[in-house]
């Protein structure tokens, strides 16, 4: 009976897992990894079975969104092949308990000053900007992106997604797309390093990845066509604000913070992210407005400096 409990509670923690993951293109690894680190798993066993997993609902969701052509296929392979080299190395270093976490709290307060870049720019700035797709930076991301993804069981999604949303000009629904299908190959590459580092004594727990795979995979499709349907705006705030969630529940944990404190941080975030939602509606107004009377500019067509013109009688 606990045995069953226990495999249903991890369909249930896959498929609110993938859902988030799937629309808003992070969030599997962090929430599985926490289920079953919560279970009292070993790291090195969850973070195997977190990335078996990922496998199963990656394909699926790499499928769903290849299929509501979320997905930039250049922007894909030049995250997923170095994802991939990056996998294979964080699973060989995490089996050799070599300490990896000194850089953690410099990382996490990196990307929470991203994730409230692309905040900013989505509820009150000009979004994705303008000009051809770039991918330059593609490559070191999906480097870094797949070695924390071995390591920490969560790290692809919130490393990947403010960078490449930062840099790639691309609408977030197809950055978020790109970067599930290109979690696939570091995930399959932290499973093949896993198993090559140590095939006798890793155990990866078969029950619970078989329950949050099939969450996940029944998930898939229905995050996918959120994406879609999710204005860009809201998308792009939203991922700022859960890139600032992930990564300060990351960066506190390396202090000694009261809890009181840390709650009224989060209810701080919480108050940010409805303003943010809030921005973009109030943006699309002032647009409207200016549009029925043509006399007046939208505040961000007028040239710095420039006095509003008097309103057309």
């Known amino acids: 009976m606990l045995i069953a409990t226990t495999v249903i509670s991890a369909v249930v923690a896959g498929f609110v897992a993938q859902l988030v993951d799937g629309s808003l293109g992070m969030g599997f ?46 922007t894909t392979l030049r995250l997923g092949v170095p994802g991939a080299v990056g996998g294979f ?16 709290p410099v990382t996490s307060a990196v990307l929470i000053a991203l994730g409230a870049v ?35 069981g969560g790290g692809w999604g919130p490393v990947t997604m403010p960078i490449t949303l930062s840099t790639s000009r691309l609408e977030p629904h197809r950055v978020v797309g790109s970067v599930s299908t290109a979690q696939l190959f570091a995930s399959a590459a932290a499973v093949l390093g896993f198993w090559l580092a140590v095939p006798h004594t ?19 499709p229905l995050a ?25 529940r990351t960066l506190l944990g390396n202090f000694s913070v009261p809890w009181p404190v840390v709650v009224l941080l989060y209810l701080a975030l919480a108050a940010g992210w409805a303003v943010a939602l809030v921005g973009p509606v109030r943006a699309k ?3 409207a407005r200016a549009e029925q009377d043509p ?6 067509e007028r040239p710095e400096g420039e006095p509003a013109p008097a309103p057309t009688k």
């Open 295 to 300: 006399g007046v500019a939208a505040p961000d």
């Open 29 to 74: 690894g962090t929430i599985t990894m926490t289920f079953l680190l919560g279970l009292g798993i070993a790291p090195a066993a969850a973070s195997a079975s977190v990335n078996v997993a990922t496998i199963a609902t990656s394909a699926v969701s790499a499928a769903s969104h290849h299929r509501l052509r979320n997905v930039h296929w250049p």
């Open 118 to 152: 692309i905040v900013w720019r989505f509820a009150y700035g000009k979004g994705t900007g303008t000009g051809p797709i770039r991918t330059g930076f593609a490559v070191p991301t999906g480097l870094v992106g797949g070695f924390l993804a071995a390591v920490g």
């Open 202 to 220: 890793l155990t990866v727990v078969w029950p619970l990845v078989v329950g949050m795979a099939l969450g996940g995979m029944a998930a898939a």
């Open 89 to 104: 190395a964080g699973a060989w270093a995490l089996a050799s308990l070599t300490r990896l976490d000194a850089a953690t």
């Open 224 to 248: 996918a066509w959120l994406t879609r349907r999710i204005p860009t705006a809201k998308l792009g705030s939203t991922i700022g604000m859960l890139v600032v969630a992930l990564n300060l």
């Open 285 to 287: 107004a002032a647009e």
